[in-house]
């Protein structure tokens, strides 16, 4: 059995109070006060530690089990990326590798344990992350994720920006 680690409140303590923001959280995302609520969501901080990994991931399980519609969950944060390890995983490949290898997207895609989520994990850090996820092959994947699962909700989480160096 894998090891599902204890921040994913949304399957470890559905009816927990951080359970509870995320469903609020889900809600409004979901229901816009205005316009049509959104297919592909980014989920980021403007610093390391601020708790993304926790939001994207309980979101997408919240979304999966709740909303009745499919969700890709993928972590396109090539420098620390954790959204595989807590689902349970170690030592997997991908969107590193997609991008930089060319390997095929389906042999990536992991299932995670919960009906209707799937997870495209980072893979291993590269040399060169800001180069990997601004480029044209990653602006294409985005673009073909969105278009061919039209149905399903994508959620994409993302590095902060590089820290400055202290001086």
Not at 26 to 35: N, V
Not at 38 to 49: D, F, G, M, N, Y
Not at 89 to 113: A, H, I, T
Not at 125 to 133: A, D, K, T
Request: proline share 10%.
């Amino acid at each position: 059995r894998k090891r599902i680690a204890p921040s994913l409140v949304s399957l470890v303590a559905p009816d927990g109070f951080e359970a509870d923001l995320v469903r609020l959280l889900r809600t409004r995302i979901l229901f816009p006060q205005a316009g049509q609520p959104p297919r592909t969501i980014l989920v980021t901080s403007a610093l390391p530690e601020e708790g993304k990994s926790f939001v994207s991931a309980n979101l997408a399980i919240n979304m999966a089990r709740h909303v009745d519609q499919h969700v890709l969950l993928v972590d396109c944060d090539l420098r620390k990326p954790s959204i595989h390890t807590k689902f349970g995983f170690n030592g997997v490949k991908g969107l590193k590798e997609y991008l930089s290898e060319g390997l095929d997207l389906p042999k990536l895609l992991l299932k995670s344990g919960v009906e209707k989520l799937t997870i495209l994990p980072s893979g291993d850090p590269p040399q060169n992350p800001s180069e990997l996820i601004t480029s044209a092959k990653m602006a294409a994947l985005i673009q073909e994720l969105s278009a061919r699962y039209h149905d399903r909700y994508l959620i994409l989480e993302s590095a902060p920006p590089p820290r400055p160096p202290q001086t």
